[in-house]
DNA sequence: CCATATTAATCATTCGATTAATTTAGTCAA
DNA sequence: TTGACTAAATTAATCGAATGATTAATATGG
């Protein structure tokens, strides 16, 4: 069991600072976020970033910390699922094939229900700018979240498709896959208006879902093959 | 004609400040960026920045002004083809299909050469960071770019699938199209350390695109229909 | 009682913006 | 061609505000 210690009061001052930190730096990005209004956020002195993480720098590793600890608990059912499906898949091609791509629709599941959720939307934006100016939190972020899922990915796509899940055409297609989806989260601003959605809630993510699925059946109903 | 002046001496500093700009803007941000590093790229003085763009506001947008005139200029020439063949296709489905699909690759070639061409890093960074907190810029970026590449591909997508180019079923599947190229220049970071690629260039673009021809194969060589 | 935690105040920097003085370049009269 | 005049452009210096970090004093709770 791990300790159900009472949270001390040092526990709480860190996590109301790792919330508010959260929203923050996902709101305005690492430079323009002040630790003042970090700390206001929090209800809390300036000078306990300082204290309790040894200074911006270290508040904000902190937080990647705390996302990737959250998306582990969350991803990891599914995780579960999909490796023992795998272990005990069947051998006829279209079963295989069904069976790839159900699993790859509760993945989409897991992750549109984490970024669809308005309480992580700070998540998602942090995330986004790791991507493009790769700090060192991203590494994190790339060990811990999305090398694991890329290669769960890869494992179906292979499976889908009979492709060797190593090959580069199977890691290419691997990534085209989570790019159809990504899309519309990562460049929200131009979907959003494009679609004349408001932002991502139920519907729209049904929506997508169903294309989705639509797209993953055409792709692996025929080979993969050059022509 | 226009006018073919010598460029005066304002003229040069704010060219000079303009691609400093976007250098800086784009390496760290607005917020990191500060106007006395871009005064020093640019090797002018710090104040003329205030001078000629009233600020490091109008600055940046000075900056996306110049982004979008030069990606004007590089879509002219495939807009025009496209729209021409648009006008004269053919009535056999399969033909436009295979018309629909050459001309998608088209603007793929059109993109990733501007994409990946050393010379416009800075563009890229700047777009996709406009991309999650939308500023006024972004407005400029939209109407001028994304939304006439959207359109442009909505029609290609409604003629090679049959569906109807308004219709939210072919504005998705046209935005899937899109992401499944986007991500492994947006999502950089991750692609390149799963890819074990280094910067984008000439072979993995060809590999990219060798997969996304398949992919779009295989997509419309069968209706869009429901299951 | 004492380690842990919190507070208010202050530090040195850096930022964007602005000012006043100076230089440059183009125009026109002689 | 020359030389004065002027508007445009550039420069160095400085402003006030805001930043992250740090300190010394104080409070809390086991």
Redesign the interface.
Known sequence: MTEPKPPSRGDQTREALLLAALDVFGR?????ASTRAIARAAGVNQALIGYHFGGKQGLYQGVFEHIVSQMQLRMAPVAGEVLRCLDTAPDNPAERRDLAMRLMLDIFDVYTNMIGDPSSAGWV?LI???????TQA?QLL?DNI??RL?ALLARLVAMASGLEQTS??C???T??????????F??????T???DWGPPGPETIA??K???H??L???F??G?A??
């Open positions: 305005s990005g690492f430079d323009a934006r986004l700018r790791e991507q493009q100016d790769p991203f790339y999305f090398s890329l580069e055409t890691r290419i297609r990534l085209m896959i989570l790019g159809q989806i990504l899309i519309f990562i460049a929200r601003g131009t979907t208006r494009y679609m929506a997508i169903r294309q989705f639509l797209v059946a055409s792709q109903s025929q993969v050059a022509p």
